[in-house]
């Protein structure tokens, strides 16, 4: 069974071969590196890239709420792979609580309006 059959909940492993699964479950899929983050403004760099955000994007937690969750923006089936998320999360344990909270309410938010966001956390190789 496909990740993908089964609604979003909270930040779940990636599958092996995430865009694979993604295109056969006709989810469109984001990666965003979290691997060279070491501050918020890396952090938020790293979305405005890999999301290819505009520049007006205000790089504060508020904004990714919102890009993250405007029906307009978003598709109705997202996936983001969050590469790294594991060491990301041990490094910067309190970063990764803020942007774990923001990730959690666009999906709830989401949710809410028949859509779904599921939030991969993806394995490094030397675990996998």
């Given at each position: 069974m496909s990740i993908f059959e089964l609604p979003p909940e909270g930040i779940q492993p990636a599958?092996?071969?995430?865009?694979?699964?993604?295109a056969g479950a006709q989810v469109r899929l984001r990666e965003v590196n979290l691997g060279k983050v070491s501050d918020k403004d890396d952090l938020m760099l790293a979305?405005?890239?890999?999301?290819?955000?505009?520049?007006?994007?205000?790089?504060?937690?508020?904004?990714?709420?919102?890009?993250?969750?405007?029906?307009?923006?978003?598709?109705d089936r997202?996936?983001?792979?969050?590469c790294s998320y594991p060491d990301f999360e041990r490094q910067h344990p309190k970063l990764a609580a803020q942007l774990t909270t923001v990730l959690l309410d666009a999906q709830t938010a989401l949710a809410a309006q028949g859509r779904a966001l599921w939030l991969l956390s993806d394995v490094p190789e030397s675990e996998g």
């Open positions: 599958p092996a071969e995430p865009r694979m699964v993604a979305f405005t890239n890999d999301l290819t955000l505009t520049p007006n994007f205000g790089r504060n937690w508020d904004a990714l709420y919102d890009v993250l969750s405007d029906p307009e923006q978003v598709p997202l996936a983001l792979v969050l």
